[in-house]
């Protein structure tokens, strides 16, 4: 089974290589979206995902309650700045919940169906799970539009 920590390590290599890309393409690129049919722009997709962690790690694990807005979070665009200290605080943050997390403990709440998680019980290890599933191909997902988007803003 794998560990509090190895779960921490490979969490943090996605969210850490989501933030990377956003400060390497830079104010302008992090905000656009590429010409592809339903493309998110980097700065959308790293604020989804912190939304992913803040709710279902910090809501459904922790027990701290979370505003979202999972639409919104798509649409989000901004300076990069506040983004990128605001995803290092989630990541840290994530680093504490999971480390006294009991994973068979029951969830602090039912999932809400609009935010399309995983359609079994989950406990509190399954929900850890989904995050890591989400910031995966969500880091793959955005090491796409940087390609993408330097190939088509190429200056």
Do not use: K
């Not at 490979?10 to 992090?30: H, K, Q, S, T």
């Not at 809501?59 to 605001?86: C, I, N, Q, Y």
């Not at 068979?104 to 850890?128: E, K, V, Y």
């Amino acid at each position: 089974m794998i560990t509090r920590d190895q779960y921490v390590y490979f969490a943090d290599r996605a969210l850490n290589g989501m933030i990377d890309i956003v400060r390497e393409v830079g104010e302008d690129l992090a905000n656009r979206r590429p010409s592809l049919p339903g493309a998110n722009s980097p700065y959308g997709l790293l604020t989804h995902c912190l939304g992913v962690v803040s709710y279902w790690a910090g809501w459904l694990v922790a027990g701290r309650p979370v505003e979202r807005d999972r639409d919104e979070e798509f649409t989000a665009s901004g300076p990069v700045g506040p983004l990128l200290d605001r995803a290092r605080a989630v990541t840290a943050q994530l680093a504490v919940d999971v480390s006294t997390v009991d994973p068979r403990a029951p969830l602090h709440d039912t999932p809400s169906r609009s935010f399309l998680g995983p359609q079994i019980p989950l406990d509190r290890g399954g929900a850890l799970m989904h995050v890591y599933e989400e910031l995966a191909q969500h880091h793959g997902q955005m090491e796409i539009l940087r390609d993408a988007l330097r190939t088509e803003f190429a200056r």
